[in-house]
């Protein structure tokens, strides 16, 4: 749950219409979450596998797919965002993301033109607008920032993504005579699944590579000191049974941090008691396991850079299957 003592916000990453009518609120009434995020591939599985969008789908026929979809994302969004408004304005998170267009991702000026429209459309301050960490996307970050819009970077795999993001959104931060807010998603997971095999086959511990990078980029964000931006945690749910549900969640648990799962993940963690900071972790710790990896031929930065290309791959894929079922 979240825990004002230490500064962890916990917030769902899940988005789905009839969803957001019933639990969603309760979640937010109990304390559960204090926040909510969204991605392409979440609002694909929403839109194309739930029923809760046929009677309004129905409203927007002879209308272009993207239109279709925004249509759709918009109103959930703005559900979202009306249902986290009291958090919001009692300074206790209360934001929901949502993200550009992901063939957007290397175009700048495309990017900041969707982002402003969406927000303004959406109509909500707790709206944070998400924007993958590539090098059009920097700028982005820092325009939005400035203008009074908050940002979600996205798709941080490595430490310089998330250090050129901080730059960015710090420099905005100070610019904007705005409130505004920013987390920086460092995707932990996926480091695991790639390499953990290979780990065992050579005796180094598994499932440590995605915390101790993710742990990492903490330090090097909380060195900015700017309250006003924090790491996120993402892709944090866990594959097979080797792991317990909630285990990124516990072992990134940290002051001024954020951890965004999905609903499985967040229901074993409100059930298990296990519960500690773990952040920060020290340097040498980090670079010793790091040190470790390169023993056996794999570079963690190499290995971000090719996570970051699967996962831009990843959303684009799954926009591009969403638009072909609503065209």
């Known amino acids: 749950m979240v825990d004002k003592t230490i500064g962890f916000s916990l917030w769902l990453d899940f988005i789905e219409r009839d969803f957001l009518k019933t639990e969603f609120s309760q979640m937010i009434e109990k304390g559960i979450i204090n926040g909510a995020t969204s991605n392409p591939a979440i609002f694909a599985q929403a839109i194309t596998t739930s029923k809760a969008y046929l009677d309004q789908l129905k409203t927007l026929e002879g209308m272009e797919p993207k239109s279709k979809y925004e249509a759709l994302a918009i109103e959930d969004i703005a559900t979202a965002a009306q249902a986290l408004k009291p958090l919001y304005e009692n300074d206790n998170d209360g934001f929901i993301s949502i993200e550009v267009d992901p063939f957007l991702s290397h175009d700048r000026e495309a990017t900041l033109a969707e982002a402003k429209r969406l927000h303004e459309t959406i109509g909500y301050d707790n709206v944070m607008i998400k924007v993958p960490a590539t090098e059009a996307g920097y700028s982005v970050m820092e325009e939005l920032l400035q203008s009074g819009i908050s940002v979600n970077a996205t798709l941080i795999f490595t430490n310089e993504q998330a250090r050129r993001c901080a730059e960015a959104m710090d420099r905005g931060i100070k610019a904007s005579s705005k409130d505004v807010s920013a987390v920086i998603s460092v995707f932990v997971s996926r480091f695991d699944r790639a390499i953990d095999d290979k780990l065992s086959e050579h005796g180094i511990e598994p499932a440590k590579t995605g915390v101790y990078n993710a742990a990492r980029i903490y330090n090097t964000i909380e060195g900015f000191k700017n309250p006003s931006m924090r790491t996120l945690f993402a892709s944090t749910g866990v594959k097979g049974d080797n792991l317990e549900a909630d285990y990124y969640i516990r072992e ?41 990896l390169e023993s056996i031929g794999i570079d963690v930065d190499k290995l971000g850079e090719e996570l970051l290309s699967d996962g831009l791959k990843a959303f684009e894929q799954s926009f591009s299957d969403m638009l072909a079922k609503l065209s």
Do not use: M, R, W
């Open 252 to 292: 990134l648990l940290g002051a001024h941090s954020v951890n965004t799962a999905p609903l499985a993940t967040i229901e074993s963690y409100i059930e298990n008691v296990a519960k500690e900071v773990k952040l920060p972790v020290a340097d040498g710790v980090i670079e010793e396991h790091f040190a470790k």
